[in-house]
Nanobody, 122 residues
Framework: QVQLVESGGGLVQAGGSLRLSCAAS????????MGWFRQAPGKEREFVAR????????DYADSVKGRFAISRDNAKKTVYLQMNSLKPEDTAKYYC???????????????WGRGTQVTVSS
């Protein structure tokens, strides 16, 4: 198991940028696939982005392709989500998650952070 703590959320105007960070504890962070999910009020949790253990493979939801970028620093045990050109519909609580497999469904991820709120005003 790995413990995850997100940070970097906040209030931003449409068109702005934010960078989320997810700090992990545990000796095996570098062996995990890492992902970001989000959940808006009244909606289901949805996949945002995922990165392989060695950063060679990334996947994005169609809604964020070209605007968001996921990256990781295994030495710092941290994964990032750079969010540019933010839109009001990006407003949600963003969760960091870790997985032993390369799936993109929420049930593929066994460890979760508590989330960080992102609010985009129009």
């Amino acid at each position: 198991q790995v413990q995850l703590v997100e940070s970097g959320g906040g209030l931003v105007q449409a068109g702005g940028s934010l960078r989320l960070s997810c700090a992990a504890s545990g000796r095996t962070f570098s062996s995990y696939f890492m992902g970001w999910f989000r959940q808006a009020p009244g909606k289901e949790r949805e996949f945002v982005a995922r990165i392989s253990w060695n950063s060679l493979s990334t996947d994005y939801a169609d809604s964020v392709k070209g605007r968001f970028a996921i990256s990781r620093d295994n030495a710092k045990k941290t994964v990032y989500l750079q969010m540019n050109s933010l839109k009001p519909e990006d407003t949600a609580k963003y969760y960091c998650a870790a997985s032993r497999s390369d799936g993109t469904n929420w049930y593929d991820f066994g460890s979760w952070g508590r989330g960080t709120q992102v609010t985009v005003s129009s």
